[in-house]
């Protein structure tokens, strides 16, 4: 299968320079990839230099791959997602996921920027579930028989365990972290009031256009899941207007928080 080749080929370059066993994989969103900086021992690789990779546009993306170590862990981060609104294919967003299995990761920790339903700007949210209202599944096709059966069960998609680790950690080291619901939409749109309002009625605390094709990935691979979500804005109709110059000022705001967070959870997975 040619998708698998490409995989492999991935694999065996990121292998040659250097990255060997890592044991997280973490996806940083929007104005979030500073926390690679703290990676010790670090082989940083420009997403352009890695064979079958795609390339992330948005702000605030730096666009870089960091292996080394963090909180003691193996880690492998990505400063920047790809976005299925930039154009990509799922198998391209989703295709990092999917090397991350192959290098040995035992899990993923997914962080995004959101628009928030339930909650209010500067907050940090554990994902507990999400809302698939993209229209797009990364799955379908061929199915990849080596990473996963042909109907996975999404039922823990965000591992409880993890969930579980991340509260325990942040009452410990005094961070605020709420709980709820993503729903993921394709954008590049924000939402129109309407549509909140729809999306408050089925359950979503947090609304964004990421996390969703990866996490389907990543449960269909067997890895478990964290997902995080820092509230930038409140969502359309809640607020007069929205811009992306303001997620990346809120997020900038509480990157004291997200990254002490996050290395602490590190630590104890």
Request: with cysteine; proline share 4%; glycine share 12%.
């Amino acid at each position: 299968m040619i998708f698998l080749d490409k995989i492999n080929e991935t694999a065996t370059f990121l292998k040659e320079r250097g990255v060997v066993a890592p044991e997280f994989g973490l996806i940083l969103g929007s104005g979030l990839g500073e926390l690679a900086e703290e990676i010790e021992n670090a082989v940083v690789v420009d997403y352009a230099e890695i064979p079958n990779w795609g390339r992330s546009t948005v702000v605030g993306h730096a666009g870089k791959l960091v292996y080394g170590d963090l909180a003691g862990r193996k880690v492998l981060a990505l400063q920047g997602r790809f976005h299925f609104y930039e154009g990509n294919p799922l198998e391209v967003v989703t295709f990092p996921v999917r090397v991350m299995k192959v290098l040995g990761c035992e899990g993923v920790i997914v962080t995004n920027a959101a628009g928030g339903i339930g909650f209010g700007p500067g907050t940090l949210m554990a994902i507990s579930d999400h809302i698939n209202m993209t229209g797009q599944n990364p799955l379908i096709g061929e199915n990849l028989d080596d990473f996963g059966p042909r109907f996975p069960d999404m039922s823990k998609a965000y591992t409880p365990e993890y969930r579980a680790v991340a509260h325990r950690v942040a009452e410990k080291i005094g961070v605020q972290l709420d709980e709820g619901v993503y729903l993921g939409a394709t954008g590049p749109t924000y939402e129109t009031p309407a549509e909140i309002r729809a999306f408050k009625t089925l359950g979503a605390d947090a609304v964004g256009m990421s996390t969703v094709p990866e996490v389907i990935v990543a449960a269909h691979s067997g890895l478990k899941v964290l997902g995080i979500s820092c509230i930038s804005n409140y969502a359309a109709g809640f607020q007069e207007e929205l811009n992306h110059e303001e997620v990346v000022e809120v997020t900038q705001r509480v990157k004291g928080d997200f990254k002490r967070l996050l290395t602490s959870i590190l630590a104890e997975l």
